[in-house]
């Protein structure tokens, strides 16, 4: 049963993008290599990982950063162990030194998490920083986070929820979490928490699955 919902949900991934997959499928094999990174996030959405991952090699190798990052992403590993992240380090190095904001984010997030490589919360928030300014709300999302949570800066919630909303705004489903997380923290038990449901629901459409899960429970309240 769960085989057949994960082909269904694959199958629609890449129907509802039907236009978008051959669009970028002609331009890829014409040399394209942008095309063949967002084919690869086509394809990373239709949950088809290994050919995400071709594409994004395709447009790693040919030069395109966002590529090298999003490879990196499929690189890491699922059990954490430290050997395992030197692939995904290496190649969020090349994409945030050739320019990619989101190569910075998970680099960044390499050194806070210390997956593969010592903690540095310094360094993490150098490369947070630089993502954020290029552009990344994934970064500006996890730079808000390490100041909600004084790691490597003093505490300032003010400067937290200022880059939640920036993540939020931008479209990372992590900024709008975290960002309901701080305003439903703030409130009272029977205060109305519609602005943080609201949060929550976008958060959820932008697919982060705690979003979904505080979403429904708010709205049995």
């Not at 694959?10 to 063949?36: H, P, Q, R, T």
């Not at 994004?56 to 090298?68: L, P, R, V």
């Not at 552009?135 to 400067?159: P, Q």
């Amino acid at each position: 049963m769960k085989k057949l919902l994960l082909t269904i949900m694959i199958l629609s991934g890449i129907c509802l993008n039907a236009d978008e997959y051959k669009k970028n499928k002609i331009a890829c094999d014409n040399g394209d290599v942008k095309a063949c990174n967002t084919l690869g996030t086509l394809y990373d959405g239709g949950y088809d990982y290994k050919l995400a991952k071709t594409y994004y090699k395709k447009a790693c190798d040919g030069g395109n950063a966002d590529g090298c990052a999003n490879l990196g992403k499929r690189y890491e590993p699922a059990t954490g162990r430290q050997k395992q992240y030197a692939k995904s380090i290496k190649l969020y190095e090349k994409a945030c030194d050739a320019g990619s904001a989101l190569g910075c984010a998970y680099l960044g997030s390499m050194y806070e998490l210390a997956n593969g490589i010592k903690k540095d919360f310094s360094k993490a928030i150098e490369l947070y920083e630089k993502s954020c300014g290029g552009g990344s709300a994934l970064g500006c999302g996890y730079l808000g986070n390490m100041y909600d949570h004084a790691k490597g800066v003093k505490e300032d919630d003010l400067k937290a929820e200022e880059l939640y909303a920036k993540s939020c705004y931008g479209g990372s489903g992590i900024g709008c979490y975290n960002l309901a997380v701080m305003y439903y923290e703030a409130q009272s038990a029977d205060s109305d928490h519609s602005v943080v449901k609201s949060l929550f629901r976008e958060a959820c459409g932008l697919g982060e699955i705690l979003g979904c899960k505080n979403y429904r429970l708010l709205s049995k309240e």
